[in-house]
């Protein structure tokens, strides 16, 4: 098989999954029905203040395997639906930030700054309207250079990347995500290596789980969902409930502001904010590539380059970024959906996840089996059918379709969600709570799982209070197996070389990389405490 | 403070309610060191203790990676981030201030939680007690889990208890309100999770 009959195998396999109902004798695959779902869900979870994409992925995930089981038929649809609620939570976000000053999600933070004062001045569908478009087009630039970026990054490690490398490589992720989540080196190698020591309990090659203090319960090691959801979900439940409590914060009465002007977004607005929004495009997909890094940061790179460029060029009349200019909402919202293609591409070429997202992707893949994101899914066999290929041009075609319902059907359903901002958060983030924990009941059937879930809920709550992130906790929690087994097979292969990360230059360079990004910003950082 | 990864800090949408910091506060200091002890005992201490193999081996001639060697790694990880807190961010500005309450408040909700999924667990079997007491039965709850009511019964009181205690803890007391809006929280759950599948078992009919 060639290159394009992959890519076509791919299309069709998205397009002629099982037929889940027929239009006119045309028959329509669950795989489409799946991505529509997901993404309207997306959305609503989006303009949801206290909700985002990787709750709902997180709930979500045990119901689709249940209903699709674990077979690689399920692949598609179950992965179909997550990335169509990765795409419509991000523009979801945009909707409570412009119409009531609270941002969706922490990316959509700097979409307040303009977009609420348009709201105010009688603009608010303007402004979702231009929210809408950057983010489209900044999700569809991204998604691209995804399509392109991914496969050949991917060949180019399998042909030159060998066992020392390849754990050199996991290290320097590693390190890269401790040193630049959260802006604390130091708490993000703390974070690091509480999730490594998470993974490494009850696990191992001897006969006796290591350190599982000779119990059953550790014995068996902490199931995934249980750290993944318990940092993750809980801890943001734990720390929601907290705040609302400490301020007593008023909710549920917003003040009606009456519609003026002319509501459309026309092509000459759209002239005007181009610049804006593929400035922007180009800081998200680029951010979004590197692990770890976020849509937060692209916003305010995005937010900051636009600013700079509309105080230089801005005639008298325009309105300064803060003060409801739309090339604020335009720059902010194309950065921040830019990340969420780009961010896949460590995922697919390399199986290193950078976001929340992308851990539940690799979750999903994981548990039905069949597809392991990873330099090896990008084989162009020519002789045998390489089936993880062919699902890996599915997901580009899910992505592709998401994108075209973004753009069609997406902007009209973001804007009838303003309701959403009317949940109170004393009553969402409790119901949050019994139904993450619910759902890791129901994948892993025992109370255990609830406890473990539990102590990591309160972990996470703790690391937020002392300023750690928990996103390396996770994703070190889920490469410590791979990069154990990679350093057993690299130090076997080396004929036991005990300075096998040093054996290469390529090896060597990633492990310098590795120390250095640590130097570099425990450097920065002793300079602005200085300063 | 809004972090970077999307999702992350996806419950704290504004600046309200975040950690205090406070440029005197020396918590970077404490945590950090706190990690080089909590770092030194699991190297030194619960790793030889708790693990068969030493951190190399040699097996039949050959010498091979022991199960030591990734947790001894993970403390390195927490080793090297408590120096650094220690020696470069022990002076950081934006150091966070924790109060006992922070303390108080996850206490309590894990104490609602952990009583809420004690009641979950043995709500359905004492309810199958007192029915056999009263009808004279012998029916056990292990044959019935899967069976409505009976199946509904421990997660339904359970799941009511988690959501109203955690909505009375927010606001300070419970309502006719919260209480209500937690049935209503928990029959939807009930109808997502249970009634369409039937391969799937609520809290707590996996372990009784």
Known sequence: M???????????????????????????????????????????????????????MAISLPLLLSSFGYHASALLPVLGFLIGIMKGATVGGAVPAILFNTPGTPDAYMTTLDGFPMAQKGQAKKALRIAHFSSASGDTFSDLVLFVCA????????????LPEKTALLILSLSFIAAVIGGSPAKGLISTGLGLLAVFIGTGEDFYPRLSLGTDQLARGFPITTAVLGVLILGAVFEGIDNLLREKRETGSFSAVRESGDQGLHWRDIRRLMPYISRSALIGTAIGALPGIGSTLAATLGYTVGKSRHQKRKSPDDLDFGAGAPQGIAATEAANSSVSGANLIPVLSLGIPGNAAAVFLILAAESIGGFVPGPAVFKFTTDTVNPELVIAFGLFTAMAFANVLNWTIGGLFMRTMGIMIRIPKQMLLPSVLLLTLTAIYIQETRLEAIWFALGFGVLGYAMRKLEISPLPFVIAFILGDKLELSA????????????????????????????????????KRRLEASA | MIEG?????????????????????????????????????????????DVDSGVVEQVRRRV?????????????????????????????????????????????????????????????????????????????????????????????????????????????????????????????LILIFDVPFDDLLLPPNGDV
């Open chain 2, 5 to 49: 990864p999307d999702g992350i800090r996806t419950l704290e949408t504004s600046n309200i309610g975040a950690s205090p910091v406070d440029n005197r506060s020396n918590s970077n200091a404490v945590l950090g060191g706190l990690c080089v002890l909590a770092a030194a005992l699991v190297a030194f201490v619960w790793v030889p203790l």
């Open chain 2, 64 to 188: 091979q990676i022991g199960d030591s060697l990734a947790p001894v790694t993970a403390a390195v990880f927490i080793a090297i981030g408590g120096l650094l807190l220690l020696f470069v961010e022990r002076r950081s500005p934006d150091q966070p201030v924790l109060a006992l309450q922070n303390v108080r408040f996850i206490g309590i909700s894990a104490v609602i939680i952990i009583a809420g999924f004690l009641i979950m667990r043995f709500a359905g079997p004492l309810t199958v007690d007192v029915v056999n007491w009263l009808t004279g039965d012998d029916l056990k709850y292990r044959l019935l889990r899967d069976s409505a009511p009976w199946k509904f019964i421990g997660y339904f009181i359970g799941g009511i208890f988690v959501v109203a205690g955690l909505m009375a803890q927010a606001e300070g007391g419970i309502t006719r309100k919260n209480l209500g809006i937690a049935v209503a929280v928990v029959i939807a």
């Open chain 1, 2 to 56: 060639g290159v394009g009959d992959y890519i076509l195998q791919g299309i069709l396999a998205f397009f002629l999954g099982s037929e889940l109902f027929s239009i006119f004798g045309i028959p329509v695959s669950i795989n489409i029905a799946m991505v529509l779902a997901g993404f309207l869900l997306g959305i609503m979870v989006g303009a949801t203040p206290g909700l985002a994409g990787p709750v709902a």
């Open chain 1, 488 to 523: 057993r097979r690299a130090f076997s292969a080396s004929g036991n070389d005990p300075f096998f990360l040093f054996s290469t230059p390529i090896a060597t360079i990633l492990m310098l990389l590795a120390i250095g990004v640590l130097v570099y910003t425990a450097r």
């Open chain 1, 151 to 162: 496969p050949f990054l991917a060949i180019i490690i399998e042909a030159h990347l060998d």
